[in-house]
T-cell receptor, first 112, second 118 residues
C-alpha cells in the first residue's frame, strides 16, 4: 500500500462516454497532481492542486476536467476523449516543500 | 523552462555488478532538488534518492548513490551490487526550490529501462 490509491486500475471507454478517475491519499499531504504517461514521452504534468485550489493547468484540453473536493481526494472527469488520450494516468501527492512525491499505481486508460 | 534529459533509453547490467544511469538538466535556478524514481512493471513510481542542489555531498541510499555535478548540470545514478529486483524504468526528475514562489511540480526525463541479467 503506497498511501496513494487510484481507481480504477484499468479503464476502457468509447469516445462518447463519460467516466471519472479517482485518487485518494491519507498521508496528510496538501498538494495533489495529475500526470499523463505515454510511451516514449516524458511524464506530462496536467494539473496541480494546493489545499484544494488549482494552481496549475498545463494547457490541458477541456475534455479533461479535474475536481478536488478536499486535500485528500482528487478526481479527473473524462468526456469525449480521443484515441490519443490513451495512456497511464498517474496521481501523486506531496507536502508543499522540496520533498518528492508519493505516487499511486495509475489508471491505464484505453480510448476506443 | 527546466528540461531533464536521459540519453540512455536502455541499459543492461549483470547481477551483482554496478551500473550508472545518466541524467542532465537545464535550469537557471540556484535552488532546486533532483530525484531518481523507479517504476517497476507494477507501474507505481517509487522514490529512490533525492539530492538538494545546495548540498555538495552526494546523496546515498544503501546500494544507490548519485554523482551530482552542479556546474555541469549532471546527476547520474549508480546502482551497486545490482539485483534482479532493480529491473525497472528509472526516471530522473527536477523540482524548483520551495522559496521560488511557484508550484513545486516535478519535471521528468524520458526514462531509462534497466535490465538485470543473471
Amino acid at each position: 500500500e503506497t498511501g496513494v490509491t487510484q481507481t480504477p486500475r484499468h479503464l476502457v471507454m468509447g469516445m462518447t462516454n463519460k467516466k471519472s478517475l479517482k485518487c485518494e491519499q491519507h498521508l496528510g499531504h496538501n498538494a495533489m497532481y495529475w500526470y499523463k504517461q505515454s510511451a516514449k514521452k516524458p511524464l506530462e504534468l496536467m494539473f496541480v492542486y494546493n489545499f484544494k485550489e488549482q494552481t496549475e493547468n498545463n494547457s490541458v484540453p477541456s475534455r479533461f476536467s479535474p475536481e478536488c473536493p478536499n486535500s485528500s481526494h482528487l478526481f479527473l472527469h473524462l468526456h469525449t476523449l480521443q484515441p490519443e488520450d490513451s495512456a497511464l494516468y498517474l496521481c501523486a501527492s506531496s507536502l508543499w516543500t522540496g520533498d518528492g512525491y508519493t505516487f499511486g499505481s495509475g489508471t491505464r486508460l484505453t480510448v476506443v | 523552462a527546466q528540461t531533464v534529459t536521459q540519453s540512455q533509453p536502455e541499459m543492461s547490467v549483470q547481477e551483482a555488478e554496478t551500473v550508472t544511469l545518466s541524467c542532465t538538466y537545464d535550469t537557471s535556478e540556484s535552488d532546486y532538488y533532483l530525484f531518481w524514481y523507479k517504476q517497476p512493471p507494477s507501474r507505481q513510481m517509487i522514490l529512490v534518492i533525492r539530492q538538494e542542489a545546495y548540498k555538495q555531498q552526494n546523496a546515498t541510499e544503501n546500494r544507490f548513490s548519485v554523482n551530482f555535478q552542479k556546474a555541469a548540470k549532471s546527476f547520474s545514478l549508480k546502482i551497486s551490487d545490482s539485483q534482479l529486483g532493480d529491473a525497472a524504468m528509472y526516471f530522473c526528475a527536477y523540482r524548483r526550490g520551495e522559496n521560488t514562489g511557484t508550484a513545486s511540480k516535478l519535471t521528468f526525463g524520458t526514462g531509462t529501462r534497466l535490465q538485470v541479467t543473471l
